[in-house]
């Protein structure tokens, strides 16, 4: 599936295929060529290749109208696009999600194992803070059948409580390779259909295996490592409802719009809170982006994949502002619960048990209180293992409604560091809707809602300072609300300009 007008990333092999470069694209020319150690850097192109086959002025990738091309510049050995050459062809050529480009002699891409040849796959997405793996699966399957999945025994470990113990297997079968999903409870897509059967792999078939997503070609296997925080996109979010109409008699109704064209964008491992007086639509926003409420327009990405599909949904996790855990229940007790409907069937006791360790250590949950029953936690350990609760499925993406509501003013700050500490070292992006000031310096940005559902800031808390032009952000508020359409229109004109 493409998704237009997205941020763009490519995939780069060279040097033996040692290692995986990571090039994010930019919405003007990205120019391609070799480059070595002795010439200037005035002369250094945007993606600089090594290989002898590689022209000096190769040929760019572009973004125009929300599409992206690739054109040759009369290299002398052009580029094969998914295998097809276009030596001495300067027509722009239309990529696709998964799109390989190789330069080198001829087509088989073996050049590349030999430090000859390059190999780039072109990704809708922005992946340059995520890790990439590669596995030399014809290598393997030297030996015989391949298996893939949780389990430290399988030949391919995929980390990730998405993926069974043994989730499918690859074997060679009729000069071709074969994958076959064994995990009947684990469903495997391959290019966004259902593996119901043995199916061969051809260059540039995409598999998704839970939330792991492998891209075949040639050969090799490039996958995306389960990783920590992501990134979210937000683009022309909207929401318009009915109302009465006061100056009406009967039941006449008009359009309201209490989300106006939202846009911003949540970068990997951050701690954002969501601030705005009552009525600006922060939990209008935060519902339509994980889809409890319908948005009336917009959309929402993750890493620049449309966030509407299975997979991308189980990233979002969201804690309610009241704790929805049963009173009488341990601390224990609760979570290993929560991990018995959430974690998939064949998560092991131990496993399970870990997993459950590490989430209550993540928010400075002690062993001394796992034996506790809730109804005697204080109000600010009960919100730590409400968020514990949710964290046991795994998310990147943590939405929080008001977690310090009620809490005395030190254990409000304790709470907001557990937080920090979340983003920071576990690598969760969270966001924070919160009515108080207090500790807000401990955010890293700040979304700033006004009236309408209109977003008027977007930044650190220093920045929101300088910008609204005050000492204290309360007397933003009172900006915001007297002058919403001017920050809004600044805003918005800042976000796209930036873009």
């Given at each position: 599936?493409?998704?237009?007008?997205?941020?763009?990333?490519?995939?780069?092999?060279?040097?033996?295929?040692?290692?995986?470069?990571?090039?994010?694209?930019?919405?003007?020319?990205?120019?391609?060529?070799?480059?070595?150690?002795?010439?200037?850097?005035?002369?250094?192109?945007?993606?600089?290749?090594?290989?002898?086959?590689?022209?000096?002025?190769?040929?760019?990738?572009?973004?125009?109208?929300?599409?992206?091309?690739?054109?040759?510049?009369?290299?002398?050995?052009?580029?094969?696009?998914?295998?097809?050459?276009?030596?001495?062809?300067?027509?722009?050529?239309?990529?696709?999600?998964?799109?390989?480009?190789?330069?080198?002699?001829?087509?088989?891409?073996?050049?590349?194992?030999?430090?000859?040849?390059?190999?780039?796959?072109?990704?809708?997405?922005?992946?340059?803070?995520?890790?990439?793996?590669?596995?030399?699966?014809?290598?393997?399957?030297?030996?015989?059948?391949?298996?893939?999945?949780?389990?430290?025994?399988?030949?391919?470990?995929?980390?990730?409580?998405?993926?069974?113990?043994?989730?499918?297997?690859?074997?060679?079968?009729?000069?071709?390779i074969v994958y076959r999903n064994t995990a009947k409870k684990h469903?495997?897509?391959?290019?966004?259909?259902?593996?119901?059967?043995?199916?061969?792999?051809?260059?540039?078939d995409v598999l998704v295996l839970g939330r792991v997503t492998l891209?075949?070609?040639?050969?090799?296997?490039?996958?995306?490592?389960?990783?920590?925080?992501?990134?979210?996109?937000?683009?022309?979010?909207?929401?318009?409802?009915?109302?009465?109409?006061?100056?009406?008699?009967?039941?006449?109704?008009?359009?309201?719009?209490?989300?106006?064209?939202?846009?911003?964008?949540?970068?990997?491992?951050?701690?954002?809170?969501?601030?705005?007086?009552?009525?600006?639509?922060?939990?209008?926003?935060?519902?339509?982006?994980?889809?409890?409420?319908?948005?009336?327009?917009?959309?929402?990405?993750?890493?620049?994949?449309?966030?509407?599909?299975?997979?991308?949904?189980?990233?979002?996790?969201?804690?309610?502002?009241?704790?929805?855990?049963?009173?009488?229940?341990?601390?224990?007790?609760?979570?290993?619960?929560?991990?018995?409907?959430?974690?998939?069937?064949?998560?092991?006791?131990?496993?399970?048990?870990?997993?459950?360790?590490?989430?209550?250590?993540?928010?400075?949950?002690?062993?001394?209180?796992?034996?506790?029953?809730?109804?005697?936690?204080?109000?600010?350990?009960?919100?730590?293992?409400?968020?514990?609760?949710?964290?046991?499925?795994?998310?990147?993406?943590?939405?929080?409604?008001?977690?310090?509501?009620?809490?005395?003013?030190?254990?409000?700050?304790?709470?907001?560091?557990?937080?920090?500490?979340?983003?920071?070292?576990?690598?969760?992006?969270?966001?924070?809707?919160?009515?108080?000031?207090?500790?807000?310096?401990?955010?890293?940005?700040?979304?700033?809602?006004?009236?309408?559902?209109?977003?008027?800031?977007?930044?650190?808390?220093?920045?929101?300072?300088?910008?609204?032009?005050?000492?204290?952000?309360?007397?933003?508020?009172?900006?915001?609300?007297?002058?919403?359409?001017?920050?809004?229109?600044?805003?918005?004109?800042?976000?796209?300009?930036?873009?």
């Open positions: 599936m493409d998704f237009e007008g997205s941020t763009a990333s490519l995939l780069i092999l060279q040097d033996n295929a040692k290692k995986i470069d990571i090039v994010t694209l930019k919405k003007s020319d990205n120019t391609i060529g070799r480059f070595s150690s002795k010439q200037d850097d005035s002369q250094r192109p945007d993606i600089a290749l090594t290989s002898q086959f590689v022209s000096r002025d190769h040929g760019c990738i572009f973004d125009k109208g929300g599409r992206w091309y690739y054109q040759d510049r009369g290299s002398q050995n052009g580029i094969f696009i998914d295998g097809r050459r276009t030596a001495h062809d300067t027509h722009a050529y239309r990529l696709k999600n998964g799109t390989i480009l190789y330069i080198g002699g001829d087509a088989s891409f073996m050049k590349m194992y030999k430090g000859e040849g390059v190999l780039m796959i072109f990704l809708l997405g922005d992946y340059s803070n995520q890790q990439w793996e590669r596995v030399a699966l014809h290598g393997l399957l030297d030996r015989g059948e391949v298996t893939v999945g949780r389990a430290p025994s399988c030949d391919i470990v995929l980390d990730s409580f998405s993926v069974a113990q043994v989730q499918g297997i690859f074997r060679r079968q009729n000069g071709g469903p495997a897509l391959l290019d966004h259909h259902p593996v119901r059967n043995d199916v061969v792999l051809k260059d540039n891209i075949y070609t040639s050969g090799l296997l490039i996958y995306l490592a389960p990783q920590s925080g992501e990134k979210l996109t937000v683009h022309e979010l909207c929401r318009v409802v009915q109302v009465r109409d006061p100056r009406q008699s009967g039941f006449h109704k008009k359009e309201k719009t209490i989300l106006d064209h939202v846009n911003v964008e949540f970068t990997s491992s951050e701690l954002v809170a969501v601030l705005g007086t009552s009525g600006a639509g922060k939990s209008t926003f935060v519902n339509c982006v994980i889809g409890y409420e319908k948005a009336t327009g917009g959309t929402v990405e993750i890493n620049g994949q449309d966030f509407n599909t299975s997979a991308e949904k189980s990233l979002i996790g969201y804690v309610p502002q009241m704790d929805l855990i049963r009173p009488n229940l341990t601390v224990m007790k609760t979570l290993e619960y929560v991990a018995a409907l959430r974690l998939n069937g064949d998560v092991t006791q131990q496993e399970r048990r870990q997993k459950i360790e590490a989430c209550l250590g993540a928010l400075d949950i002690t062993s001394a209180k796992w034996g506790s029953r809730i109804r005697e936690l204080s109000g600010g350990e009960r919100k730590r293992v409400s968020i514990a609760s949710e964290l046991i499925s795994d998310p990147k993406l943590l939405f929080l409604d008001e977690p310090t509501s009620g809490l005395d003013p030190k254990t409000e700050k304790l709470l907001v560091l557990a937080l920090q500490n979340l983003a920071h070292r576990h690598g969760k992006t969270l966001i924070v809707i919160t009515h108080t000031l207090k500790n807000i310096e401990a955010f890293d940005k700040i979304l700033f809602m006004g009236p309408g559902g209109r977003a008027c800031f977007y930044g650190s808390p220093d920045q929101a300072l300088s910008f609204f032009d005050v000492t204290d952000l309360v007397d933003a508020y009172d900006k915001v609300e007297k002058n919403v359409e001017t920050y809004a229109r600044y805003y918005r004109s800042q976000y796209f300009r930036e873009r």
